[in-house]
Structure formats: C-alpha cells, structure tokens
C-alpha cells in the first residue's frame, strides 16, 4: 500500500476534535442540522447535526439501509427532505436543485454507475465541464464562440483520462468499458465539474483489488489538491487506510463519529456494523485484520444488540 | 402490367409535400426522442396547431399569410411550454400520456361544432395559401416525365419545402455538434448524471420539446398549404406514428435519418398501392382475391411487414449505428 500520508498540516485540524457525535470541527465545509427523510412510516435518515470537515477525507460507514444513500442523495438536490437545513461553504443548500449543487462545487457519483454509455468516453468527460459557452442555444450555432473553449476543456478531460489510465479509451463508446473502468471514468469526469467536495457512493463496489489500489490513489491525490472527500464504502480496510474521519449510520441515525482508529473500536459501531467477532480481540484494529471483514451477512442489528449487553 | 408506371408512382410521392410534411414531423420527432429521450405522441397535434394557425388568421381573420405562419409558430412553442411545464420533470411516460390526449384534444376540439365559427369544424378551411401560389415563378405547365410529373404549383412548394427541410437538416447538425447537443444526448442516456454534472436538464428538455414542435409545426403547415384546405381528420394520432415509422426507417439519432425515412415510407406505400391496383386493373390478382376498395388497407399491412423485416435484419434503420443499438441493450 502506497504510504503517501496525508500533510500533516491538513489532518493537523482534527487533532484536538472528540469522537463525539455531532462534534464541532474547525472549518467545516458542510454543515448539516436537523435534517430527516421518512418514507411513509419509515425514517430513512434523521441527521441531528453533522460537519465534514474540509479539505480531508470523511468515510461514511453503516449497514445496508442506515440512510447512506438517501443521505447522498439529500445533500446533492436529488431528494428533498421532510424538514432541516444544510450550508455548504456556509450557504445554504435546502431547495436548490441538483445541477445547482453541482455548480456551486459539490459533485457526487452514483453507487449503480450512470456512464452515459452511447457517448464516447472523451464526450462523457467534456461534458462535465461547467460554464460552457456552447451549451447555449444560441452561441451553439455559433462554433467561434465556443471552439476554444472546447479545445481547452479537452485538453483538460485528456490529463485526467490520462491520470485515470483511459486515455486508449478516449474514442470508444462509454458502453464498451468495462464495469470498473465505469467506475474510473465516472470518478474522472466528476473531477472535470472542478468540484470543492466530492461524494463517492461505494467507489470501489465491484472493482477488482488491483483497480482499487489505484482508485485509493486517486481518491488521496484529490486530498492533495485540496480536495474535501466522503465516500461511502463497505470495505473496513480501505476505510481505515485512506479516511481521516469516519461517521458511521445506521437506521438513518448517525451511531458515531471520530478517526478512523477510534471507530473499529466503538461498541455502537460495532453492534450495528462491524459484528461481534471483533470483541474477541478488541485492540486489534479492522484495518490490520489480514482478512477484510465483510460486514454486509453480519448486519442482523437486533440480534447482536439482543445478545450482548454493552 | 405497368411496372414503369409503379415504379414513376412510386418515385413521384417520394419527393412530394406529402415526404416534406413527413420528413419535417420526424426531424421534429427525432430532436425529441431520437437525441433527447422525450416521448413525444402528439406530433400530429404540432402539426395541427401549424396549419390552423394559419389558415385561421387568414381565412377566418382575414390576415396576411406571414401573420399566418407566425401565429403558427406561436402556438406550437405554447403547445410546447403547456405540454411540457407539468411533465417534464415528471418520468418520460408522463410526456407521452400527455401529448397524445393532447393531440386528440386539440383534434376534437377544432371539430366540435362549437368551435366551427373559428375553425371551420368538420368543413375545416380553404384558400388561405393564394399569396405564397401568386409568388410561385414556375411557369404553368407539366413538369417530369410520364407519371412521374408534377404541376407547377406542386413543384414550386416542392422546392420551397425541401429548402425548409435542408435548414432544419442544417440547423440539427450544427446543434448536434455542439457542447448543447451534447447536453442533450447526455440527457437522453441519463439524465441523472446530466443533473449531477450540474446540467440543467428541465431547460435542455424545454428547448428540445419547443424545437421539435416548432419543426413539426412547418411539416403541418406544408402540408395545409399543399391541399390550400385543413381539416381536423387530416391530423389523426396515426400520423405521429407514421412520422415515427418514417424516423425508425431511416435511423433514430441521426441527422438525415428522418429525411430518408420519410421517402422510404413514401415510396413504399405509394408503390405497394399502385402495384396491388394496377395489378388488380390488370386482371393479374384475381378481383375476389383482392378488390381495389381494399388496396388502402392490404398496403398498410404490406408497410408493418416490411417495418417487421427492418427490425429484424436491420434493427437500426437504414442510417442508424448498430454499434450504439447494441450497446442500448446491455
């Protein structure tokens, strides 16, 4: 595993932060408060307070249905809901539309990917680009007013397909790849949005080992640039290895916050998510295990919190 | 039996207003669902609000044909916002539920006997055409060889409609090319990820649908103009799917696919029915096999048939790229 650390002057801000739930982080690029979805009768996700803080990555953990998704989708314009506010870079995001969230610099993926597959790979990524003067009905007839512009922003989707190792690619239909490189270029042409924030939703599902070394590497570079990260994944090991922050859900609630170190060792965490094989040998953490838990068949919340009292 | 007459039959409807009206609704179409995704059913009802439009402000108000076509125009792009603003943010079925009640609705409408002192009801309107025919510089006569001849004033809004067909062929390509005809393809593959891409996908699907009624709209007013009559009847839910027969033939997605489509859906409905009449006329089908009153329909099922083997052997359509069919079935 590449060990290219985070700068410390980066991580540095979380230092002196609890792993308490809704704790208060210096600098935060989004802010969340009271937000709650139901659906009929059930409370998809009920979010008292959450800040990311910026500039790092933030894993978001919990067991299949805790609201991961439905959270996702809740930030990012692509679900309303029922009451609560949300700032982003300290404005607020309640009632703006998805591709306004997106302009304003925070981009998410899909957990099933959404390649536009009868695009060609180098379309799907120059489309991504914001404020294209050619996406106007009538500057569009006009191709002077555009073609520079269309230069500069293929130059710029051919650095990142390059970065991305699809450069073969570029002319082929985004259909003819195969799932993981789906997963590259969806990755790729998010970054192409020029975002602050991305969220990933399950990045890595799907991808084989050697892709998601590579996949870890890129989601570190964008921490390089500056970038602020949360991503949802179900594998512990990368959890640990790449998040400085993990918030892990369950049944739409947040159950904990704190450093990736503190959270494999947090009896809530563990009840709801990681599962009870863990209590054994508690001092080791999920991340050093040589065999990656899989935490998905080991989610029967009830049971574990029946059987074992904290 | 004539098979040079089937033949110069056949060629004569494959370029006549009839092909222009046609090529003109699927080019409209093809916008809509060929690049945009948009399930488009009432094309026939663009195509009514083209012709009534005009002959409305002339024969009814009295005014000049220019004013004609603009209201023509008017009233498609607010056919387009009234059909669109509930719906297209609304999953693609709504749109085709939609539009298709509305195209009927229109249709009742303009028949309805409380209607007819505007539209004319079931009578319809006449002579609304007489200055675009007074512009006409061809000289009187026969134009073409044997059957396959036009009159004058055939041939001079034959030329003037595929001119208007060559501009809105020019006018796709050049969007189509660009980064908003990319948007729209996007779209039409996942609007979603065009959302997430902060793309505005309610405006692109909006100019898409205003767009492509408004080219529907001049394949309507072709075809009043060709008949210098209109008549609720003329614009029937059948004719969006004859508009959509004429895009698969020739080619979803492509520029020139509706173009070509509609020839073909002309030249193989007008050669089927001249072939089965003359060949009935010529005693060669047996007249209780097949009478001449019956020609109108057996023609139809001949077209579904050949419409059967094209998606078959040649799913695409004539113009079409099997690559991008193939990968829309993964």
């Keep these: 595993m590449p060990a290219d650390a985070p700068p410390a002057a980066q991580t540095a801000v979380l230092d002196g932060v609890a792993p ?23 409370t998809a996700v009920d979010v008292d307070h959450l800040e990311l803080p910026r500039g790092l990555i933030t894993g978001l953990i919990g067991p299949n249905g805790a609201g991961k998704t439905t959270f996702f989708n809740l930030m990012t314009g692509f679900d309303k809901p029922n009451e609560g506010t949300w700032s982003f870079n300290g404005e607020p995001l309640a009632g703006v539309s998805a591709h306004n969230v997106a302009r304003r610099g925070m981009v998410r993926t899909f957990q099933l990917t959404k390649s536009l597959t009868r695009l060609k790979v180098i379309e799907n990524m120059k489309l991504a680009a914001t404020q294209q003067r050619g996406e106007r009905f009538l500057s569009a007839l006009m191709p002077p007013a555009w073609r520079d512009q269309e230069r500069d922003i293929e130059a710029r989707a051919m650095d990142l397909l390059a970065r991305f190792k699809l450069d073969k690619m570029r002319d082929e239909y985004a259909g003819t790849l195969s799932g993981g490189q789906r997963k590259l270029l969806e990755m790729a042409r998010a970054l192409m949005v020029q975002p602050e924030m991305v969220m990933l939703d399950e990045p890595m599902a799907g991808v084989n080992p050697v892709l998601t070394q590579s996949l870890l590497r890129h989601v570190k570079d964008l921490r390089g640039q500056g970038m602020t990260v949360l991503f949802v994944e179900h594998d512990m090991d990368v959890v640990m ?58 989610t029967q919340r009830a049971s574990a919190a029946d059987e074992e009292p904290r | 039996m004539n098979i040079g007459a089937v033949f110069a039959d056949a060629a004569r409807a494959a370029l006549d207003p009839f092909a222009i009206a046609y090529a003109l609704a699927a080019i409209g179409l093809n916008l809509h669902f060929g690049f945009t995704g948009l399930l488009n059913f009432g094309q026939a009802g663009f195509m009514l609000i083209g012709a009534y439009g005009l002959a409305i402000t002339v024969s009814t108000f009295g005014g000049p044909m220019w004013l004609g076509i603009l209201v023509a125009l008017l009233g ?74 036009y ?56 100019q898409s649908l205003v767009l492509g009624g408004l080219i529907g709209s001049l394949g309507g007013i072709v075809l009043a103009v060709n008949q210098q009559a209109v ?43 001249s072939f ?39 799913p695409q359509g004539m113009f079409g790229n099997r690559e991008e069919l193939l990968l829309d079935a993964r």
Aim: net charge negative; charged share 15%; glycine share 10%.
């Design chain 2, 151 to 206: 009159s004058e004033r055939t041939l001079w809004l034959m030329v003037v409609g595929w001119s208007l067909v060559g501009l809105m062929v020019l006018l796709v390509w050049a969007l189509m090319r660009s980064p908003w005809g990319r948007v729209l393809l996007a779209i039409r593959e996942d609007e979603d990820a065009a959302r997430s891409l902060g793309k505005n996908v309610y405006g692109y699907k909006m």
């Design chain 1, 241 to 298: 290895d790449i998040s400085d922050w993990v918030v892990c859900m369950a049944e739409g609630r947040i159950i904990a916050e704190g450093p990736p170190e503190s959270i494999g060792t947090n009896s809530a965490v563990i009840d709801a998510y990681l599962g009870r094989q863990h209590d054994e040998d508690p001092a080791v953490a999920p991340g050093a295990s040589a065999e990656p838990p899989h935490p998905e068949p080991r």
């Design chain 2, 276 to 314: 089965l009449r003359r060949a009935i006329a010529g005693g060669v089908i047996p007249a209780d096999v097949l009478a001449t009153q019956e020609v109108g329909i057996v023609r139809f099922i001949l077209v579904g048939l050949g419409l059967m083997l094209l998606m078959i052997f040649r």
């Design chain 2, 231 to 273: 008549n609720p009847d003329t614009y029937q839910a059948i004719v969006t799917f004859f508009a959509y027969t004429a895009l698969i033939l020739g080619g979803t997605g492509r520029v020139f696919g509706p173009v070509i489509g509609a020839i073909m859906f002309q030249v193989v409905l007008s050669g089927f029915d």
């Design chain 2, 76 to 149: 498609s792009v607010l056919l387009s916002l009234i059909l669109g603003l509930p719906t297209l943010r609304l999953r693609a079925d709504y749109l085709a539920i939609v539009t298709i009640a509305a195209a009927e609705i229109l249709r009742i409408v303009f028949r309805s006997g409380w209607a007819a002192p505007v539209t004319g009801g079931a009578f319809g309107l006449q002579r609304f055409a007489n200055p675009f025919y007074a512009l006409n510089p061809i000289p009187d006569g026969r134009y073409g060889v044997a059957n396959w001849a």
């Design chain 1, 20 to 42: 308490e739930i809704g704790v208060a982080k210096p600098d935060p690029i989004l802010v969340v408060d009271g937000v709650v979805r139901s659906f009929g009768g059930l």
